[in-house]
């Protein structure tokens, strides 16, 4: 595990241009040895969760095949990646998608538009905070 394989982070969201902006806001991450993923629906999702193991994935709610509810609950539920932080992203003010979240067992929330500083930090938290490589300047 020390090895930085875990370093992946598997961005799924229907829109491109949602995907493109998560993708630039962790842009710095890949110079640090991110992997940055992609899936545009559940079921894509899904598979890429079992293939890469990613670390960190953000995850929209409203996408084709099988929702992020229902995605999130496979990924801990049913394969108990409890290594895998999920960000659930949610139109804003929605405390019904919060709910929905918890019970399907998500890490943290972000709601749309998000914050890219804010979306960056929790990111580099997550993938580098127990890393004995890691030293912030």
């Known amino acids: ?3 930085g394989s875990q370093k992946k982070v598997l961005i799924v969201d229907d829109e491109a241009y949602i995907r493109l902006l998560l993708e630039q806001t962790l842009e710095e991450l890949e110079e640090r040895g991110v992997d940055i993923l992609k899936a545009d629906n559940g079921e894509d999702a ?3 969760a079992r293939e890469q ?3 960190l994935i ?3 709610v409203m996408i084709p095949k099988i929702n992020g509810f229902e995605v999130c609950r496979v990924i801990k539920q049913e394969y108990q990646y409890e ?8 139109a804003k003010g929605q405390e019904y998608d919060r709910q929905m979240g918890q019970e399907a067992g998500a890490n943290f ?5 998000f914050d890219p500083d ?3 930090e929790l990111a580099t938290k997550v ?5 004995p490589d890691y030293y912030p300047e």
Do not use: Q
């Open 1 to 3: 595990m020390g090895n």
């Open 46 to 48: 899904l598979r890429l």
């Open 53 to 55: 193991r990613p670390r």
């Open 58 to 60: 953000f995850l929209d």
């Open 83 to 90: 290594d895998t932080m999920i960000v659930i992203l949610t």
């Open 109 to 113: 929330y972000m709601s749309k538009p």
């Open 118 to 120: 804010e979306l960056l």
């Open 127 to 131: 993938l580098f905070t127990n890393d």
